[in-house]
């Protein structure tokens, strides 16, 4: 019989701005392909008129039940952001304040729990933690919390928000067991929320080779960026904090002081865009960087493809997919080392993000030496194949036997 999961998170492609709901995805097909059953549990915005949605994959191999819960919570958010984003227009359904609606969404995700049989249940990042916890005491059965990301990562350690931070702690101890993204993340969890390391379990993110179309070509006027040998170094993320821009802008102009002729594409959005654009107009770059948006899908690998090196500068990255995304697209890659996928990515060059000099020695390498940028490119596209969902599910898979093993001695014990 197979085992069920009732999953716990906040948002699910196409319907998603970051790297969670890619993951939540990745890891749930991965995961009902071996005859799990999964119900997925997510808050719903508010431009969807349905009280509730189950929406079941069309794909009949895969056992995967999606429910929306009224609910106004948005990824990636702060508090601030959150009232601003009210104000300027969005109407709550339960009111103004971002803490409330995590606690509405829990009270409305035990609902589910009442209601449906599972035998695990598995909640993502810390939005979705107070939900598995109701769900945990309404059905008595295990929980297993999904650390994505933590409040130390999000602020860069600056200005942490006490009640993010508490309902993580709480989480985590509350839990059978936590799923870590890294050993960076786990190292995290161990020295500021106290968390006992046995209780840790380290699964990587993967990528699933099937969304990218390795026929799939820049567009034309793209490509014509290129004609006079004009090189394109990418940044692809949220412009905040967390993931370095401000660095990435830094490095653009030690690498422009040697070589003119490169074009910086940051493709996202975030609270630090206006400061990034006014950045680069102090440092005289402007005319050499492009702001593109947020791009998914084919729009975002036909970018990947155009770039000839990416780089992911962050100040601290619990995992970071993209740079799994850009080596499926044969594009050379430099990490930060403060970065879960530098764990997993020996084909990849790799730099503190405070060194901008040495990021930019190693850009200009990769664009002046050919052999250099397509051994990375075909040994990392290599490499990345291996760093697969499935992969992240069979270790997911062990986490589950290992506390339901302890969860039914529990039950035999006190029978």
């Known amino acids: 019989m197979a085992t069920k999961i009732l999953m716990f998170g906040w948002e699910f492609p196409p319907h998603n701005s970051g790297g969670l709901g890619v993951a939540c995805k990745g890891l749930s097909m991965a995961l009902a392909s071996r005859t799990f059953e999964i119900i997925f549990v997510l ?9 509730r949605l189950n929406l079941v994959f069309a794909d009949i191999d895969y056992n995967i039940k999606i429910k929306a819960i009224d609910s106004l919570i948005y990824p990636y958010i702060t508090s601030t952001e959150y009232s601003t984003h009210l104000s300027n227009g969005y109407s709550p359904i339960y009111g103004g304040n971002l803490m409330e609606e995590v606690i509405r969404y829990a ?27 109701h769900a945990k005491k309404v059905s008595g059965k295990p929980l297993i919390v999904h650390v994505h990301a933590t409040e130390f990562d999000r602020t860069g350690g600056k200005g942490v928000n006490q009640e993010v931070y508490d309902i993580e702690k709480k989480g985590m101890e509350e839990a059978d067991a936590v799923i870590a993204v890294s050993n960076f993340t786990k190292d995290i969890i161990v020295r500021h929320y106290g968390i006992n390391p046995e209780k840790i379990n380290v699964v990587h993110n993967g990528v699933d080779e099937r969304e990218f179309n390795h026929n799939l070509l820049p567009p034309e006027n793209l490509m014509r960026i290129k004609e006079d040998g004009t090189k394109i170094v990418l940044f692809v993320g949220r412009i905040t904090l967390q993931k370095g821009p401000d660095y990435f802008i ?11 002729k490169v074009l910086f594409i940051i493709s996202g959005s975030g609270d630090m865009e206006a400061q990034i654009l006014n950045d680069a107009a102090y440092l005289g770059i402007s005319d050499k960087v492009l702001f593109t948006g947020f791009l998914r899908g084919d729009e975002l690998n036909q970018i990947f493809k155009l770039a000839d090196i990416y780089i992911l500068p962050s100040v601290s990255e619990p995992f970071g997919i993209t740079p799994l995304e850009a080596l499926m697209n044969k594009t050379p890659v430099l990490v930060s080392r403060q970065s879960g996928s530098s764990e997993v990515l020996s084909h990849a060059l790799k730099a503190d993000f405070w060194d901008i000099d040495d990021m930019a020695h190693k850009i200009l390498a990769v664009l002046e030496y050919e052999p250099l940028s397509r051994c990375l490119a075909e040994n990392g596209h290599s490499e990345v194949k291996g760093i697969n969902w499935h992969r992240s599910a069979d270790k ?12 039914n001695n529990y039950k035999e014990k006190i029978a």
Do not use: T
Not at 107 to 130: C, T
Not at 250 to 260: E, M, Q
Not at 396 to 407: E, G
């Open 43 to 51: 808050p719903k915005r508010v431009d969807i008129s349905e009280s």
């Open 107 to 133: 009270v409305k995700a035990s609902g589910i729990a009442r209601h449906n049989d599972f035998d695990v249940i598995h909640a993502h990042d810390w939005l979705s933690f107070p939900a598995g916890i």
């Open 250 to 260: 830094r490095v653009a102009k030690k690498v422009l002081d040697h070589n003119p």
């Open 396 to 407: 997911c898979i062990s986490v589950y036997n290992k506390v339901l093993d302890s969860f």
